[in-house]
């Protein structure tokens, strides 16, 4: 039997104008309780090559991390609270809990952009958008930042993060 898995707290603030989500945490994340923790997934990577003008800090400084991703005007948490699941893989994510996005609506006010970082996440699009009252946003399916999406380029990746983040206003 599996053991059951719990998820990180959303990282948000009133500033939050794009709400970023991915499936669950991998084990890497989960042993540091930091998102996307894994050394070869892109998602720090992606967001420093679209503000180059704005230094991230370094992963040993998770909390200012944090607060560079609020400080451009992202929110991050993930579809599922928890769930059961062997090692990282969404493939092996079983009997998942959603989290609750209503409890989000207080919190950010200014949200106008939903994006999925990932198709396991993207299945649960049309679910969020209601349950953040947000009907009218557009459903985006960006491609996973994750290691095991080696089919798609460093370069490819980034471009569609990039057209994301341009139609929030964000860049």
């Not at 998102?35 to 090559?49: D, S, V």
């Not at 609270?81 to 893989?89: H, T």
């Not at 952009?113 to 993207?122: A, D, K, R, T, Y």
């Amino acid at each position: 039997m599996r053991a059951r898995l719990h998820g990180l707290p959303p990282i948000v603030s009133p500033r939050t104008r794009v709400l970023i989500l991915g499936s669950f945490p991998g084990v890497a994340s989960l042993k540091a309780q930091q998102y996307y923790a894994h050394p070869h997934n892109q998602f720090w990577k992606i967001l420093q090559a679209l503000w180059p003008q704005h230094p991230l800090p370094g992963p040993e400084h998770y909390e200012r991390r944090c607060d560079w991703l609020l400080a451009r005007g992202l929110g991050l948490w993930d579809v599922y609270a928890s769930c059961e699941r062997e090692g990282s893989l969404d493939s092996a994510i079983r009997n998942p809990v959603v989290n609750d996005f209503a409890s989000l609506k207080a919190h950010c006010p200014k949200l106008q952009l939903i994006v999925h970082n990932g198709g396991e996440s993207f299945r649960h699009a049309k679910l969020v958008r209601a349950s953040l009252g947000a009907e009218h946003f557009p459903l985006v399916k960006l491609p996973s930042t994750s290691p095991a999406n080696a089919s798609w380029s460093f370069e490819r990746k980034l471009s569609a993060w990039r057209t994301a983040m341009l139609q929030a206003g964000l860049l």
